[in-house]
């Protein structure tokens, strides 16, 4: 694992991802969340939406060009990162915020970047901190903005 804990989003991330799952009821929106790791937290700076191209509503893809866009200043791309890319973020409009069946295949196919992996549930309007390993999702401990944990 690159990092075990989470530091608290900045507001304007955690309103972006949130507002998302309200602007398409009944449908999954999705982006991507870069950052740095600090000791062993991981700090987000920012979410970027990209357009959730799944031909259900239920579950989410991303489109590959806006994706290519989100990643380029990171350390996924850029041989001069300025982020590093910390993971991923989708929302489950009206449905828990674990991860689903769907969101376990589409991991385990191999279809979902190691790292952070954040669902918004519009249940409590709450925000769910998982890391996937590769091999399945971990609780990530949240911790002050900036300071180490252990
Ligand atoms: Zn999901």
Request: hydrophobic share 35%; aromatic share 14%.
């Amino acid at each position: 694992m690159k990092f075990r804990n989470i530091g608290d989003l900045p507001f304007d991330a955690f309103t972006l991802i949130s507002a998302s799952a309200y602007k398409t009821p009944g449908r999954e929106a999705c982006g991507v969340l870069v950052g740095s790791i600090v000791n062993d937290t991981a700090l987000v700076y920012q979410a970027r939406p990209i357009k959730n191209i799944s031909e259900n509503d239920d579950s989410f893809v991303m489109d590959p060009t806006e994706y290519l866009a989100a990643i380029m200043d990171t350390d996924f791309y850029s041989d001069t990162p300025k982020y590093t890319l910390l993971g991923i973020y989708h929302t489950h409009p009206d449905f828990p915020g674990y991860p689903s069946l769907i969101d376990w295949n589409a991991a385990e196919s191999g279809n979902v970047i190691r790292g952070m992996y954040l669902i918004f549930t519009t249940h409590g309007n709450s925000l769910h901190s998982y890391y996937w390993d590769g091999d399945k999702f971990i609780v990530l401990k949240r911790t002050q903005y900036g300071s180490s944990a252990s």
